[in-house]
């Protein structure tokens, strides 16, 4: 009472800083359901742009004038319609809708049951929440939908994968009664049969009604589409053991299940399918046993995600529409660490979003992981991720991250970013992996779309520039690059150093040196990985922005191509080689600008003067090889130098010095949490 009394004035005042945290969480949801809204737009545009042979296929070829709905026999007969006959005999009203109409309908139609679909999973989440993580969920969840690859696949091929997936949800979460419950789940399973896994997931929980209720729906639906469609449902539940091997290939790597995964490693015939029959035995016992015991724990939604997991695993084909499961395991919480928390949410986004050629490079090696990423996350999800249970002393309190001290900020006008604070304990090895990967697919993606630029556009804007930086050092009298190439193209064994050398050193010292930093020295790790990170990004700007010819490029000058022989100037592209990187990529020059950041890494943290100048040999033999084998001018070395230097001063503007602490230990006495707080402030 007494500080009530005496806020005078100051209470106002009070209020409104109260009200602050509640502006900005206004002002952040408004954005998030903008930046939702955008992106289902641009959805759609994109499904809608594309010409209509090759848009909404699969139910072109279902319902278009030569679908197979409208043929008199049945409806496998051209091997084209996977779904069951139920789903058939829904769909066969449709065949005489208006085609266009029905295409627009479809795709909004679709749109709209997504969104329906993130409404319910983010009302779903398994409790508590905070305020602010029940106000985000919803945009959240419907910007991560339309980005999953299982929507967009489903809104370019016109699938129906969608209705399933929330009537299962409508059913768990949404209707009330069980046996209202039971039904909808049900229908979904006479749409997709490994549905009725949920079936097993109410009977163990003790929801025996809801599960008696799935079953009957489930037969009901069935025996009238038996009664309607005989010879096809005789087809599709006893010829194609429901629907197994029909469509596409089953070892094609677009079927995410154990089936397919077993066909891609070369196993066929009787031992293929008495294998499949035993891991998938054993992923339902085990599945659906984490899933009863998240359900017993009131993580619903997560019991739910778990059993979908279990059903892409175990059914005969799962496309890439039908994937939508593994994206809903990502509300459940793993690791004891704050550092570790965001681990399994990235993880699971990406490999749900991404192309699996962005999460591993095309190399022999990693093929068999590649191509069965979804499924392993799937399987990840369903037996092996250690969730952590409600009960848990870290499921609300993780052990709290390591904080250095806050620093003043270097420029008034440019304060310090808050969320940027600098960190003394080492990140979550897997997390860094999958950004490392994840950012240098993205990285090489783009350095490849900005072939020949887009503000300058086009070959001949790049031989201009390569004119350009060539007419700038003859008169700067730093034109060595002739006389060089020369030498080194007339010097065997400097040719076989300086080809090697380019080749070979480029990726292995930056993450050798990232390596050795993560392992000795975590603080600095992320200071030099930051500045990497921001000097890569602006030199891609420079890609866009400047496309320039490197000099063995440049037909009338005389250089020689020592690392890949001669080129053909008569072929646009020179070849097969600009097909798989850009050529025009030169300015500036990564090659120096990594071999840089290592050299100046290794100065700066390196304990012994000897290590200190290996370290600095690294940039100079960097830029005798660029130059020797005529892959780049003097001055694109000055441009990587550049891009360097500005990461470098990026990361010191943002965050402040580099943290030079060594590794500790975060305690868990009060006072240690006290001085976390007091370290979480921003400044």
Not at 17 to 34: S, Y
Not at 47 to 55: D, H, K, M, S
Not at 581 to 587: F, I, K, P, R, V
Request: aromatic share 10%; hydrophobic share 50%.
């Amino acid at each position: 009472m007494a500080n009530v009394e005496h806020r005078g004035p100051g209470g106002a005042l009070g209020a409104g800083q109260a009200g602050g945290p509640e502006a900005r969480t206004g002002v952040i949801r408004v954005t998030l359901w903008l930046i939702a809204a955008v992106l289902a737009i641009r959805q759609v545009a994109v499904v809608l742009r594309t010409p209509e042979g090759e848009r909404l296929t699969d139910l072109e070829t279902w319902i278009g004038p030569d679908g197979v709905l409208h043929v008199k026999g049945s409806l496998y007969d051209a091997d084209k319609f996977t779904g069951t006959p139920f789903a058939g005999l829904v769909l066969k009203p449709l065949a005489r809708s208006g085609e266009q109409a029905l295409g627009w309908a479809w795709t909004f139609g679709t749109l709209g049951l997504v969104v329906v679909l993130a409404l319910v999973a983010a009302r779903a989440l398994p409790q508590p929440v905070s305020r602010r993580t029940s106000l985000f969920a919803a945009p959240v969840a419907v910007s991560l939908l339309i980005l999953s690859l299982p929507v967009r696949n489903t809104l370019y091929l016109g699938q129906t994968s969608i209705i399933p997936v929330l009537l299962v949800l409508l059913g768990l979460f949404a209707v009330r009664g069980e046996r209202a419950s039971g039904v909808l789940i049900g229908i979904g399973a006479a749409l997709q049969p490994t549905m009725l896994l949920f079936a097993g997931l109410l009977w163990l929980t003790g929801r025996r009604r809801a599960a008696a209720s799935t079953g009957a729906a489930f037969a009901a639906c069935t025996a009238l589409t038996w009664a309607a469609m005989p010879s096809d449902s005789s087809t599709y539940w006893i010829h194609h053991l429901a629907g197994a091997g029909l469509g596409a290939n089953p070892d094609a790597n677009a079927n995410q299940s154990l089936h397919g995964m077993l066909l891609r490693l070369g196993l066929e015939g009787p031992l293929e399918r008495g294998l499949f029959v035993v891991l998938s035995a054993a992923v339902v016992v085990l599945g659906l046993r984490r899933a009863v015991r998240y359900a017993e724990d009131g993580q619903l939604l997560l019991a739910v995600a778990i059993t979908g997991c279990v059903a892409v695993a175990v059914s005969p084909t799962t496309w890439q529409h039908q994937l939508l499961w593994v994206l809903f395991a990502v509300v459940g919480r793993v690791g004891k660490k704050q550092s570790d928390r965001y681990m399994w949410p990235v993880a699971v986004v990406l490999v749900s979003t991404l192309p699996a050629t962005m999460m591993l490079p095309n190399m022999p090696v990693t093929e068999p992981i590649r191509d069965n990423i979804v499924l392993i996350a799937a399987l990840a999800a369903a037996v092996v991720v250690p969730f952590l249970s409600r009960t848990h002393p870290q499921y609300r309190s993780p052990i709290p991250t390591d904080y250095a001290a806050p620093v003043p900020a270097r420029w008034k006008r440019v304060p310090l970013v808050p969320f940027w604070r600098r960190v003394l304990t080492r990140p979550n090895l897997l997390l860094e992996l999958l950004l490392i990967r994840v950012g240098y697919s993205a990285y090489q993606q783009v350095r490849l779309a900005a072939t020949g630029g887009t503000i300058s556009g086009g070959r001949a804007d790049a031989e201009r520039h390569g004119e350009q930086i060539h007419g700038i050092e003859q008169v700067l009298r730093i034109d060595v690059e002739h006389w060089f190439n020369q030498l080194t193209a007339r010097t065997g064994w400097l040719e076989d150093f300086f080809n090697f050398y380019y080749t070979s050193f480029h990726f292995v010292v930056p993450l050798t040196v990232l390596a050795v930093l993560y392992v000795r020295r975590p603080a600095e790790y992320r200071w030099a990985r930051s500045a990497l990170g921001f000097a890569t990004v602006l030199a891609l700007v420079g890609f866009w922005a400047y496309p320039l010819a490197p000099p063995r490029l440049m037909p009338d000058l005389g250089f020689v191509d020592t690392v890949h022989g001669v080129q053909d100037f008569t072929k646009p592209n020179y070849g097969t080689l600009t097909d798989l990187t850009n050529q025009y990529a030169a300015m500036p020059s990564l090659h120096f600008g990594w071999s840089l950041w290592c050299g100046l890494v290794i100065a700066v943290l390196a304990p012994k003067w000897w290590m200190k100048a290996l370290g600095l040999l690294h940039p100079f033999f960097t830029v005798c090889a660029i130059v020797g084998t005529g892959n780049h001018w003097v001055l694109d070395a000055v441009g990587g130098a550049a891009v360097v230097g500005a990461g470098f001063g990026l990361t010191y503007l943002l965050s402040g010095p580099r943290v030079r602490e060594p590794l500790r230990k975060a305690p868990v006495t009060g006072t240690s949490q006290e001085a976390s707080a007091k370290d979480r402030t921003p400044s």
